[in-house]
């Protein structure tokens, strides 16, 4: 185990959740081993705010001193909604007991969408578990007013300022299409705003301040996203901002004059602020690192409400997770924390870009992470999850730790990853999930071009990631020496079968239906070619994880201890979909990296 493991495994995270008008920072900090909240004054004073349990988030009250909690229990992802009062500041972190309960029920979800001064509205599945209805909350009183009840996975919702209407964004059909919907209180039916059998993302939708226009980010009749604004009375489209090769996001100002944009090129984010109305450029954002904002690896920017301060999230590969603050009319970026400061005198590796050749003449875009000394020669492959997801310029612990050890480290956006255009996030749904298994292949027959041992190489994933790990040791077992599986997907069938029943529905349309795609689930789950499997295997796993249940793991590692191969089992009690607490990742994060010392080096 390389000895700066811990370092690196301890180096605190930092998230920007909200910025009030006189810069102040609701911030989420790691430091006490899971994210808990701070509050950041101009000054650079801190003030603990949370000791809950588990990882928790926020947002203020616009123009008051009050904040809305999310939190849940032991990674069980099922949030609930608390307020705490910051006038006066409290004396001492708070406790679960020192929250005033808003909207609680351990049986359901309540996801927090949004706030206005004197509202909260969350996304709750309290009415048939299944579907997420819009609820509006009186933080005072807790008294809640239904918006939208008709069905659907919410992803995102925009509440006008008086929490009269509202914007939706409801799963498609297809993965990774969304339908926009406006309800309201003169409408017994929400409003379609698209089709709902158009395969498009509309995403970030916000409300201009008259009410008569939308910002969405969307990728609409074309391959990459773009910003746009969608004039309501009119239902008509214009084209804001664009990129001709690469995917921009917008977050629009309180005011609507202004919007953030970021450019995502190849992983990497360039930020510059943009007349809203127009969409010209105003002026770049200059970043400290080349590096990633926003999801998927950190949260979205967040606007003070008097549009005057972005609280940005910024994180690189020598960055573990820092706050930005821009000055908007300026564009003076003011470095708030300094998570690299904990890593000092390390030599952490800043990865090149490549496209390696798949079997059919596609480029699969990796990140490479060379050994600053000498390689052993072995490689890992980092496979992020999703599928819809992508692999950015970030900091990644267990990257710079294998990285540390003599490992070369691959990490892929192997077909089906986001960041570039609609076809390629496409190119693995349900019957071409193989063609994503086969780009494993294509970076295994890159290794002797690296100079690198191909018969020691090993696969190392998280969640869809470690599907993709147990698929690459069952079906390509020639190719692989070992694998790390966190949180992984052993067969699609069991995995749907016993998922909470509000994913079922939007992992069908990824995956393939039980009803439609049985026999194929079934021939393209490792678990039925785990006789196929010889490499040794690492299991890691929380015994709360609501999406991907934990009998996914134990029935791959029994079937594979009853083969007689080699496999480890973690299981850790009080973490759910990945390990949240720094303790846990502090258990099982070296005793992977030893497990792959031992059968890669």
Same mark, same amino acid.
């Given at each position: 185990?390389?000895?700066?493991?811990?370092?690196?495994?301890?180096?605190?995270?930092?998230?920007a959740?909200?910025? %009030? %008008?006189?810069?102040?920072?609701?911030?989420?900090?790691?430091?006490?081993?899971?994210?808990? $909240?701070?509050?950041?004054?101009?000054?650079?004073?801190?003030?603990?705010?949370?000791? @809950?349990?588990?990882?928790?988030?926020?947002?203020?009250?616009?123009?008051?001193?009050?904040?809305?909690?999310?939190?849940?229990?032991?990674?069980?992802?099922?949030?609930?909604?608390?307020?705490?009062?910051?006038?006066?500041?409290?004396?001492?972190?708070?406790? @679960?007991?020192?929250l005033?309960?808003l909207?609680?029920?351990?049986?359901?979800?309540?996801?927090?969408?949004?706030?206005?001064?004197?509202?909260?509205?969350?996304?709750?599945?309290?009415?048939?578990?299944?579907?997420?209805?819009?609820?509006?909350?009186?933080?005072?009183?807790?008294?809640?007013?239904?918006?939208?009840?008709?069905?659907?996975a @919410?992803?995102?919702?925009?509440? /006008?300022?008086?929490? #009269?209407?509202?914007?939706?964004?409801?799963?498609?059909?297809?993965?990774?299409?969304?339908?926009? @919907?406006l309800?309201?209180?003169?409408? &017994?039916?929400?409003?379609?705003?698209?089709?709902?059998?158009?395969?498009?993302?509309?995403?970030? &939708?916000?409300?201009?301040?008259?009410?008569?226009?939308?910002?969405?980010?969307?990728?609409?009749?074309?391959?990459?996203?773009?910003?746009?604004?969608?004039?309501?009375?009119?239902?008509?489209?214009?084209?804001?901002v664009?990129?001709?090769?690469?995917? +921009?996001t917008?977050?629009?100002?309180? /005011?609507?004059?202004?919007?953030?944009?970021?450019?995502?090129?190849?992983?990497?984010?360039?930020?510059?602020?943009? /007349?809203?109305?127009?969409?010209?450029?105003?002026?770049?954002?200059?970043?400290?690192d080349?590096?990633? +904002?926003?999801?998927?690896?950190?949260?979205?920017?967040?606007?003070?409400p008097?549009?005057?301060?972005?609280a940005?999230?910024?994180?690189?590969?020598?960055?573990?997770?820092?706050?930005?603050?821009?000055?908007?009319?300026?564009? #003076?970026?003011?470095?708030?924390?300094?998570?690299?400061?904990?890593?000092?005198?390390?030599a952490?590796?800043?990865?090149?870009?490549?496209?390696?050749?798949?079997?059919?003449?596609?480029?699969?875009?990796?990140?490479?992470?060379?050994?600053?000394?000498?390689?052993?020669?072995?490689?890992v492959?980092h496979?992020?999850?999703?599928?819809?997801?992508?692999?950015?310029?970030?900091?990644?612990?267990?990257? #710079?730790?294998?990285?540390?050890?003599?490992?070369?480290?691959?990490?892929?956006?192997?077909?089906?990853?986001?960041?570039?255009?609609?076809?390629?996030?496409?190119a693995?749904?349900?019957?071409?999930?193989?063609?994503?298994?086969?780009?494993? &292949?294509?970076?295994? !027959?890159?290794?002797?071009?690296?100079? $690198? %041992?191909?018969?020691?190489?090993?696969?190392?994933?998280?969640?869809?990631?470690?599907?993709?790990?147990?698929?690459?040791?069952?079906?390509?077992?020639?190719?692989?020496?070992?694998?790390?599986?966190?949180?992984?997907?052993?067969s699609?069938?069991?995995? $749907?079968?016993?998922?909470?029943?509000?994913?079922?529905?939007?992992?069908?349309?990824?995956?393939?239906?039980?009803?439609?795609? !049985?026999?194929?689930?079934?021939?393209?789950?490792?678990?039925?070619? +785990?006789?196929?499997?010889?490499?040794?295997?690492?299991?890691?796993?929380?015994?709360?994880?609501?999406?991907?249940? $934990?009998?996914?793991?134990?029935?791959? +590692?029994?079937?594979?201890?009853?083969?007689?191969?080699?496999?480890?089992?973690?299981?850790? #009690?009080?973490?759910?979909?990945?390990l949240a607490k720094?303790?846990?990742?502090?258990?099982?994060?070296?005793?992977?990296?030893?497990?792959?010392?031992?059968?890669?080096?």
């Amino acid at each position: 185990m390389p000895k700066d493991i811990e370092r690196l495994l301890s180096a605190p995270v930092w998230r920007a959740f909200d910025v %009030d %008008d006189q810069g102040r920072i609701l911030a989420g900090t790691d430091e006490s081993g899971s994210i808990q $909240l701070v509050e950041i004054e101009p000054g650079g004073g801190r003030t603990p705010l949370t000791a @809950l349990p588990g990882a928790c988030s926020g947002r203020y009250l616009p123009g008051r001193r009050m904040v809305v909690v999310e939190h849940d229990q032991g990674g069980d992802e099922m949030h609930q909604l608390s307020m705490m009062a910051l006038d006066p500041i409290p004396d001492a972190p708070l406790l @679960l007991e020192g929250l005033t309960p808003l909207a609680h029920d351990p049986q359901f979800f309540h996801n927090l969408l949004t706030v206005g001064p004197d509202w909260v509205a969350y996304s709750c599945n309290r009415r048939n578990s299944v579907d997420f209805d819009l609820l509006v909350a009186d933080p005072a009183t807790g008294l809640e007013r239904v918006l939208y009840d008709q069905g659907g996975a @919410l992803e995102e919702a925009a509440v /006008d300022a008086g929490a #009269q209407s509202a914007i939706l964004a409801r799963s498609g059909p297809r993965a990774m299409s969304q339908q926009l @919907l406006l309800v309201g209180p003169d409408r &017994a039916e929400a409003l379609a705003l698209t089709d709902v059998s158009e395969p498009a993302q509309h995403s970030r &939708a916000t409300f201009y301040p008259d009410g008569k226009a939308l910002m969405v980010t969307t990728d609409r009749e074309r391959d990459n996203t773009v910003v746009a604004r969608l004039d309501l009375p009119s239902q008509r489209w214009t084209e804001l901002v664009a990129d001709p090769d690469w995917d +921009v996001t917008g977050w629009l100002s309180p /005011d609507g004059r202004s919007v953030l944009v970021m450019t995502n090129r190849n992983g990497s984010a360039q930020l510059a602020v943009h /007349d809203a109305v127009s969409g010209a450029r105003v002026r770049e954002i200059p970043l400290p690192d080349e590096g990633w +904002v926003g999801a998927p690896s950190t949260s979205d920017p967040v606007w003070s409400p008097n549009s005057r301060f972005v609280a940005v999230s910024f994180t690189s590969p020598r960055v573990p997770g820092d706050i930005l603050l821009i000055r908007v009319d300026s564009g #003076q970026v003011t470095r708030v924390t300094d998570s690299s400061a904990a890593l000092a005198g390390m030599a952490l590796v800043k990865p090149t870009v490549h496209r390696v050749s798949g079997d059919d003449g596609e480029e699969i875009p990796c990140f490479l992470y060379r050994p600053h000394q000498k390689g052993t020669g072995s490689a890992v492959v980092h496979i992020h999850g999703g599928p819809e997801s992508q692999a950015v310029m970030g900091f990644n612990p267990i990257v #710079q730790g294998l990285a540390a050890a003599g490992h070369t480290v691959l990490v892929p956006n192997v077909r089906g990853s986001t960041g570039y255009g609609k076809r390629w996030y496409s190119a693995d749904d349900v019957r071409l999930r193989l063609n994503s298994i086969h780009d494993l &292949a294509a970076l295994h !027959r890159w290794l002797p071009e690296l100079g $690198l %041992d191909p018969a020691r190489a090993a696969l190392w994933g998280g969640s869809y990631g470690g599907y993709m790990v147990l698929a690459g040791l069952a079906f390509q077992p020639e190719l692989w020496a070992a694998g790390v599986d966190v949180v992984g997907i052993s067969s699609l069938v069991t995995f $749907l079968e016993n998922t909470s029943p509000y994913r079922r529905a939007p992992r069908e349309r990824e995956y393939g239906s039980l009803e439609e795609d !049985r026999e194929f689930l079934e021939s393209i789950s490792p678990l039925s070619r +785990v006789g196929e499997i010889r490499a040794p295997l690492f299991v890691i796993h929380g015994a709360n994880d609501p999406r991907v249940p $934990l009998t996914e793991a134990e029935q791959l +590692v029994a079937a594979l201890r009853s083969n007689g191969v080699a496999c480890e089992l973690l299981v850790f #009690q009080d973490e759910g979909h990945g390990l949240a607490k720094r303790a846990n990742r502090l258990r099982a994060y070296p005793a992977a990296l030893d497990f792959l010392a031992t059968h890669l080096l």
